[in-house]
C-alpha cells in the first residue's frame, strides 16, 4: 500500500508548535525532572500551556472515533490521529521527556477495548471519552519475565463470588498512583498462554499492595515506575475482562494492543535524539572556535550521518502510523519502527556526548540525561530484540506470533 511520507500541513503547523512549546516550556525543567525523581514544580502550569489538549490525542491512538463515546474534542477534525500523535510523541520528546510522566491513556484502556464485554468498555473507559481523564496500568511484567508473556505466574483462583489474584508484578507504569490497573493473571498454569486472562482492578482493592512507588531508575526518572504484590485480592466476576472461556486470542488480542503505541513510543525516541543532535550544533556554534577545522569538519560529518539516522527511523514510524490511520495491519511494521528507532536514537545519544567529550558527561549539559533517558525505550513495550524476532517470524511466514 502506498503511503505519504510528508505530513499534512496542518499536523505540521501542530507538531511545530509543539515542538517550540517543547523546547521552550518543557526543557528549562528537564534536569528538575531528573534530579526531583518525579514532576518538577511548575509542570501544571507548563503543561496547561501546551497547544495542544493531550489527553484527546491519547483518546485517538484508541482506534475509536470520539463521536462513537457521544464527545466532541477539539482534534476531532483531524483525520490522521496516529500520524498526528507520532509527529506530536517526537515533537515534546525534542524539548525533553517528562511530559510522558503526566500523560493520561495508557495501553490499559486499549487492552479494555480489545478484550472487554461492551459493558465493560462502557464501565472502564467511557467517562474517559467523555473527559473524564482518570490514569491507569498496565501490569503485566514479573519479577522473573518481561518478554516472554506466556510465562506468567500471578494467578486468578475462582471462588462462588469472584477471584482472588495472587502474586506480583514489577516495572508497572503508574502502578502506584493509576485509579484502576489491568492485571494479567493465570487462571490454569498449566495451559501456558492460553490461560492467561485480564483483570480489571482499582487502587482501593485489599491486597493491592505496592511493593515499591517508584523504581529508581538510570533515566526517565519523573517516570513513575512501581513494584506490585496482590496478596489474597479478592475481586468480582466481572472484573474479568470478556469472557472466562475465552482462549488465547483473546490474550493476544491484548497484547496486540501495543501495536498502536510502538510507532509513538519510536518517534519519543526520535524526539529525544533529534533534540540532542541539534543540541550538539549549538554546543559546536559556541566552542568550535577553538577546534581545528579536521575536528570541525568530522563532527560536521557526524551531525549528518546522525540526522541521516533519525530520518529514516521517522519514515518508518509515519508509516507504521500512516498505515493505522487507514486500518490496515501494521503489525510489521509497528515492529521495524520500535526495533529500529530507539536503537538509532540511542546510538546518536552516546555519540553527541562523546563527541563533547567531558561536557558531555556533565550535569550542566542535558545530553548525559538523555543517554539515560533514551535506553528505556528500546526495553519498554517489547524489547528491540523481541520485535526483530517477530519481524523474522512473520517474514517467514509463522504468523505473528510474540515472544
Ligand atoms: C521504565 C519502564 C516501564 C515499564 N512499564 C511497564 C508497564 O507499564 N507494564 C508492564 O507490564 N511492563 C512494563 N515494563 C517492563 C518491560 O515491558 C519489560 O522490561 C520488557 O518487556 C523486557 O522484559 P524483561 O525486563 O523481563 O526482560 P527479559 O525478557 O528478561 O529480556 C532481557 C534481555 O534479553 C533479551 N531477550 C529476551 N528473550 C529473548 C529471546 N528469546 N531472544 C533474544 N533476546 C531475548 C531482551 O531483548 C532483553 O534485551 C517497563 C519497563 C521499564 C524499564
Known amino acids: 500500500m502506498t503511503v505519504s511520507f510528508e505530513l499534512p500541513d496542518d499536523v ?45 490525542l491519547a483518546i485517538a491512538t484508541f482506534g475509536r472515533t470520539h463521536g462513537d463515546w457521544g464527545q466532541e474534542f477539539a482534534l476531532s477534525g483531524f483525520t490522521t490521529n496516529y500520524v498526528l500523535g507520532a509527529a506530536v510523541s517526537e515533537a515534546i520528546g525534542y524539548g525533553d521527556s517528562w511530559p510522558l510522566a503526566t500523560l493520561r491513556g495508557s495501553i490499559a484502556e486499549k487492552a479494555i477495548l480489545a478484550l472487554g464485554t461492551p459493558q465493560q468498555q462502557e464501565r472502564w473507559v467511557g467517562g474517559f471519552m467523555r473527559g473524564d481523564f482518570r490514569s491507569s496500568a498496565f501490569a503485566l511484567t514479573e519479577p522473573h519475565f518481561g518478554s516472554d508473556a506466556s510465562q506468567v505466574a500471578t494467578t486468578a483462583t475462582r471462588t462462588s463470588d469472584g477471584w482472588v489474584i495472587r502474586g506480583s508484578k514489577m516495572y508497572c507504569s503508574l502502578g502506584a498512583s493509576a485509579d484502576y490497573t489491568v ?24 491486597g493491592y499492595i505496592v511493593t515499591k512507588a517508584r523504581e529508581d531508575k538510570l533515566g526517565m526518572r519523573a517516570f513513575e515506575t ?24 483473546g490474550f493476544y488480542a491484548a497484547l496486540g494492543t501495543l501495536n498502536t503505541s510502538r510507532p509513538l513510543t519510536a518517534a519519543w525516541a526520535v524526539g529525544i535524539a533529534s533534540g540532542s543532535v541539534d543540541y550538539l550544533e549549538q554546543w559546536t556554534r559556541q566552542h568550535g ?60 545519544c552516546r555519540r553527541v556526548a562523546e563527541l563533547m567529550g567531558p561536557d558531555g558527561t556533565s550535569e ?25 524476532l517477530t519481524i523474522s517470524r512473520m517474514l517467514m511466514g509463522s504468523g505473528a506470533g510474540r515472544a
Open 12 to 56: 505540521r503547523k501542530v507538531s511545530d508548535e509543539v515542538r517550540d512549546w517543547s523546547l521552550h516550556q518543557v526543557r528549562p525543567l528537564a534536569r528538575e525532572s531528573d534530579r526531583a525523581k518525579g514532576l518538577p514544580a511548575g509542570a501544571d502550569a507548563v503543561m496547561a500551556d501546551c497547544p495542544v489538549d493531550l489527553s484527546p
Open 364 to 388: 550542566r549539559h542535558l545530553v548525559e540525561k538523555w543517554c539515560r533517558d533514551i535506553r528505556i525505550f528500546d526495553i519498554w513495550e517489547g524489547s528491540g530484540q523481541i520485535q526483530r
Open 226 to 249: 512501581s513494584g506490585l504484590s496482590f496478596d489474597d485480592m479478592h475481586v468480582p466476576t466481572d472484573a474479568l475482562l470478556g469472557s472466562e472461556d475465552q482462549d488465547s486470542r
Open 183 to 206: 492485571v494479567f493473571a493465570t487462571v490454569d498454569k498449566e495451559s501456558g498462554r492460553h490461560g492467561i486472562r485480564a483483570f480489571v482492578v482499582t487502587r482501593d482493592t485489599p
Open 289 to 348: 572556535r577553538a577546534f581545528t577545522p579536521r575536528r570541525r569538519r568530522g563532527i560536521d560529518e557526524e551531525v549528518l550521518r546522525m540526522r541521516a539516522g533519525l530520518a529514516a527511523a521517522r519514515r518508518l514510524y509515519l508509516r507504521a502510523a500512516a498505515l493505522q490511520d487507514k486500518g490496515v495491519d501494521n503489525r510489521r511494521e509497528a515492529s521495524a519502527a520500535k526495533a529500529y528507532a530507539p536503537q538509532i536514537a540511542e546510538a546518536a
